[in-house]
């Protein structure tokens, strides 16, 4: 195929319109076209005088090379995915703790090549989890087992849904390709950007789950895994607790993949307790910022495209004379501040967007980073402590009722209790109490935080705000531990996996779900 790059749109148009252009100009015969398809579209903003999209087409046509003279076209060949061996002599059972994308694209790897996994997972089916995180947003009552962190879905349901990722590997592909199969749009493969919406997740994951059960595979909900046993080092047997009735089940299996996710401290304590090798590793806590997803838009694309662009996002990084970093995560344009707590009297916020981002406030994670050293203890569990420290000191603050500490960003610049909200309004339900988030906040927290925001505002007109609003506190962007695992993924108990966000090997839903394809490749394997 030949890909044609750098198609300037300035008019809101279909594909089938933008490819009519590129045809047009470099007089393509259609006829010789035996298919084609968008492969990039971005917003170029970087000129707010020229702001366009940016396209690229690839195209399967006669007599290619005749039209590699130009600038724009290239040659490409498509990136195939790896094949899995399968080791026929090698007998599995295999069993998957957690039904994140971890979890899910594990087990969706293991039925395509045959097997037949059991998912264990503590929260409740994706529809059912969606009624407890209602019920706590409506009514402020959480259910500790089934929640924004914990359920099928995973922690990345209730959130933009982004699909975008650091990593290059070829099965991003396949993880694009397989939630369109299950009823993502097809925009999603190739937006610079994409994303899907809490609201298209929910029916995606359900659509997973159903093929999975079709194909023999087996999910447990409201089942709690809390125990495994070894023989000759290796996993022969795990005990899972069933929350409905309080029963314990032994499951025998030979290949068990560890998909926790990032707030499974019961987890970690236990499969540290039982001899698996775990380590403390850098994380980041901060607060959520909201701004008006209007002054966002304007800051980001001028007032002088004609356009129909989407709610503008944005991503920032400061590197602090102190040595430390401040950053942007998980931005949701045109979101909510999401309720996120998973344990009792603690307050854990993140934000979430549907699919058209189309609400008020712009929100995002303005993080500093933590390292191991600033941790109280050398328990490789220590980061656990410092997340609950600053957790329950939100609770206390916003009141001990699940509403959540906010604060002006003038207020919190100057360190005095906010007393009034101005121009944005808090998003976070079940309620917000006024508050100082230095009272908090460690110092090298706070400081870092109001020197960042203060950067962010010469990169992104506006960020600073006075009346910005911060919402604490953001603690759980990604995992505080890391399972170890070797080159063949496994731990240091034969037959054990370590997979995903929460054993510290991935950070979204894409790389979450790359990782699980390559944890159960490698079972197979």
């Given at each position: 195929m030949i890909r044609v790059s750098n198609i300037k749109i300035y008019e809101d148009i279909s594909d089938e319109e933008v490819f009519?252009?590129?045809?047009?100009?470099?007089?393509?015969?259609?006829?010789?076209?035996?298919?084609?398809?968008?492969?990039?579209k971005?917003?170029?903003?970087?000129?707010?005088?020229?702001?366009?999209?940016?396209?690229?087409?690839?195209?399967?046509?006669?007599?290619?090379?005749?039209?590699?003279?130009?600038?724009?076209?290239?040659?490409?060949k498509d990136t195939a995915i790896p094949e899995i061996q399968l080791n026929m002599n090698k007998s599995i059972k295999p069993v998957i703790i957690g039904a994140g994308p971890a979890g899910l694209f594990a087990a969706l790897t293991f039925v395509q090549n045959g097997y037949k996994p059991i998912i264990v997972e503590q929260g409740q089916s994706v529809e059912e989890r969606k009624k407890s995180v209602d019920l706590f947003i409506n009514n402020g009552i959480l259910n500790t087992n089934s929640?924004?962190?914990?359920?099928?879905?995973?922690?990345?349901?209730?959130?933009?849904?982004?699909?975008?990722?650091?990593?290059?590997?070829?099965?991003?592909?396949?993880?694009?390709?397989?939630?369109?199969?299950?009823?993502?749009?097809?925009?999603?493969?190739?937006?610079?950007?994409?994303?899907?919406?809490?609201?298209?997740?929910?029916?995606?994951?359900?659509?997973?789950?159903?093929?999975?059960?079709?194909?023999?595979?087996?999910?447990?909900?409201?089942?709690?895994?809390?125990?495994?046993?070894?023989?000759n080092n290796s996993v022969s047997k795990i005990s899972v607790l069933h929350l409905d009735n309080n029963c314990i089940e032994t499951i025998e299996t030979n290949v068990l993949i560890l998909a926790i996710g990032h707030s499974s401290r019961e987890t970690f304590k236990k499969i540290h307790e039982k001899g698996l090798l775990l380590e403390p590793k850098n994380f980041s806590v901060g607060v959520r910022i909201e701004h008006l997803q209007s002054e966002i838009n304007k800051a980001q694309y001028g007032t002088i495209t004609k356009l129909k662009l989407p709610p503008a996002d944005y991503k920032l990084a400061y590197h602090s004379p102190s040595g430390r970093s401040c950053y942007t995560f998980c931005m949701c344009p045109g979101g909510v501040v999401m309720p996120s707590s998973s344990e009792q009297n603690s307050i854990v916020t993140n934000g979430m967007s549907y699919f058209a981002r189309d609400g008020e406030n712009a929100n995002s994670a303005v993080l500093v980073n933590v390292m191991p050293s600033d941790f109280s203890t050398n328990n490789p569990l220590a980061?656990?402590?410092?997340?609950?420290?600053?957790?329950?000191?939100?609770?206390?603050?916003?009141?001990?009722?699940?509403?959540?500490?906010?604060?002006?960003?003038?207020?919190?610049?100057?360190?005095?209790?906010?007393?009034?909200?101005?121009?944005?309004?808090?998003?976070?339900?079940?309620?917000?109490?006024?508050?100082?988030?230095?009272?908090?906040?460690?110092?090298?927290?706070?400081?870092?935080?109001?020197?960042?925001?203060?950067?962010?505002?010469t990169k992104l007109h506006g960020f600073s705000n006075p009346d910005s609003i911060l919402t604490g506190m953001e603690t759980r962007s990604s995992s505080p531990v890391r399972i170890l695992r070797d080159e063949n993924l496994v731990s240091n108990i034969n037959g054990i996996y370590p997979c995903g966000e929460g054993a510290g090997y991935a950070g979204g839903i894409m790389s979450a779900a790359v990782d699980g394809i390559k944890c159960a490749s490698a079972a197979i394997k």
């Open positions: 009519n252009l590129v045809v047009k100009k470099y007089k393509i015969l259609t006829e010789n076209v035996r298919e084609w398809h968008i492969s990039k971005s917003i170029d903003a970087r000129k707010k005088d020229d702001v366009h999209y940016s396209y690229s087409i690839d195209i399967d046509i006669k007599n290619e090379d005749k039209f590699l003279k130009y600038k724009n076209i290239s040659k490409i929640n924004v962190q914990f359920g099928e879905g995973g922690a990345g349901t209730f959130s933009d849904g982004k699909l975008t990722s650091g990593i290059s590997s070829p099965y991003c592909k396949k993880v694009l390709k397989e939630f369109v199969n299950f009823g993502a749009p097809e925009q999603i493969l190739y937006l610079t950007k994409p994303h899907i919406g809490t609201d298209n997740l929910i029916n995606i994951i359900k659509n997973m789950r159903e093929y999975i059960i079709s194909c023999g595979g087996q999910f447990l909900f409201n089942t709690k895994f809390i125990d495994f046993e070894t023989v980061g656990i402590d410092f997340q609950k420290d600053l957790e329950e000191k939100a609770f206390t603050l916003g009141g001990s009722n699940y509403f959540a500490p906010v604060q002006r960003f003038e207020d919190f610049y100057n360190n005095v209790k906010s007393k009034f909200i101005g121009c944005v309004k808090p998003s976070y339900k079940p309620g917000f109490t006024l508050a100082n988030l230095n009272d908090i906040m460690p110092d090298f927290v706070s400081s870092t935080l109001k020197e960042g925001i203060k950067y962010f505002d």
